[in-house]
T-cell receptor
Framework: GAVVSQHPSWVICKSGTSVKIECRSLDFQATTMFWYRQFPKQSLMLMATSNEGSKATYEQGVEKDKFLINHASLTLSTLTVTSAHPEDSSFYIC???????????FGSGTQLSVL | EDQVTQSPEALRLQEGESSSLNCSYTVSGLRGLFWYRQDPGKGPEFLFTLYSAGEEKEKERLKATLTKKESFLHITAPKPEDSATYLCAVDGGGADGLTFGKGTHLIIQP
């Protein structure tokens, strides 16, 4: 099956610093990847759609200058949380859909804790 | 706007006690309904995709069914390792990712 690799799994950082999260599709190409955020005991909320070679599409209420997305190749998308604050602490999950297939495959997630 | 409601929020069963989880949805045009399993601190793991009313799929102790308004995930004679949060999601046909419900937190006691 399709594999999506996400790194790091855990990150703890000080308030004001930036954190980069990587999402790679290991055995397929993905022109589109999705970034979700999940708070404890809550559902996955779509943050943005990452498009290879073009700008990401952000959901309403998500600050594009705070959550920078780069999709430089067909197998890699990155999410950078800039000037992180404690309220950004959450579980971030990426996903990708192989071309021609409808189901999404998810990375293992990144737990971000901002002190 | 696509909406997904899952019930119950939490369910505690004895090992071997069968039950069903519900997923009610509202979508303008259903391209697919998905069931995922999520363990604590991990990303969702794909279980099933259902595309049209009347469709059923099975995998080990799990069976998913679909009507025009809801889907059920039936779990037969569950084991403790089936404990997890089960997420339901719909693809409404837009370019965006899936719309998820809040999930059902299932605990199977030995």
């Amino acid at each position: 099956g399709a594999v999506v690799s996400q790194h790091p799994s855990w990150v703890i950082c000080k308030s004001g610093t930036s954190v980069k999260i990587e999402c790679r599709s290991l055995d397929f190409q993905a022109t589109t990847m999705f970034w979700y955020r999940q708070f404890p005991k809550q559902s996955l909320m779509l943050m943005a759609t990452s498009n290879e070679g073009s700008k990401a599409t952000y959901e309403q209420g998500v600050e594009k200058d705070k959550f920078l997305i780069n999709h430089a190749s067909l197998t890699l998308s990155t999410l950078t949380v800039t000037s992180a604050h404690p309220e950004d602490s959450s579980f971030y999950i990426c996903s990708a859909r192989p071309t021609g297939r409808e189901k999404l495959f998810f990375g293992s997630g990144t737990q971000l804790s901002v002190l | 706007e696509d909406q997904v409601t899952q019930s119950p929020e939490a369910l505690r069963l004895q090992e071997g006690e069968s039950s069903s989880l519900n997923c009610s949805y509202t979508v303008s045009g259903l391209r697919g309904l998905f069931w995922y399993r999520q363990d604590p601190g991990k990303g969702p793991e794909f279980l099933f995709t259902l595309y049209s009313a009347g469709e059923e799929k099975e995998k080990e102790r799990l069976k998913a069914t679909l009507t025009k308004k809801e889907s059920f995930l039936h779990i037969t004679a569950p084991k403790p390792e089936d404990s997890a949060t089960y997420l339901c999601a719909v693809d409404g046909g837009g370019a965006d990712g899936l719309t998820f419900g809040k999930g059902t937190h299932l605990i199977i006691q030995p």
